[in-house]
């Protein structure tokens, strides 16, 4: 049974500790650093085209992060990531018409949600919003349009 269809029956979500235990061995580790600017550190992990490369992605960083995703993703997914999201991401910046579902899904678990309406925007946000030493990825959870 699928993380989805998990919560669908239980009304639960997936902790933290039910990823880590998880094997991700699907795909390469792909996020790979692409830039600094100020202090902060600027990753690319375009490939987390699924919620559970993106779970595997946040994971990995040892501090919060700021988070750029595509609000085209699977949104009943997001319910598999509200734990992770809570302790894994300071800063939620949302790209596309569907940041206000993103929002109402996610806002309980986050510190800051910013809504954008295009890439170039969400990096300015995120980059406004971060404090040297902070960590932005591009994760969007979802194949290019």
Sequence with gaps: MGQSEA??????????????????ST???????????????????SAAVRID?????LLSFDEPVLWIMDSSMDLEGLFELKDIV?????????VGDKSDEIHRILW???????SASNWTESLQSAVRAAKANDDIIFSPGTRAR
């Design 7 to 24: 919560y669908k029956k239980t009304g639960r979500v997936s902790t933290q500790s039910e990823w880590s235990g998880r094997s991700f």
């Design 27 to 45: 795909r390469p580790f792909s996020i790979e650093p692409v830039g600094q600017i100020g202090g902060v550190k600027l990753y690319n992990d």
């Design 53 to 57: 490369m993106v779970a595997e992605s």
């Design 86 to 94: 809570k302790v894994r991401v300071k800063t939620l910046i949302a």
């Design 108 to 114: 309980p678990s986050l510190g800051l949600f910013i």
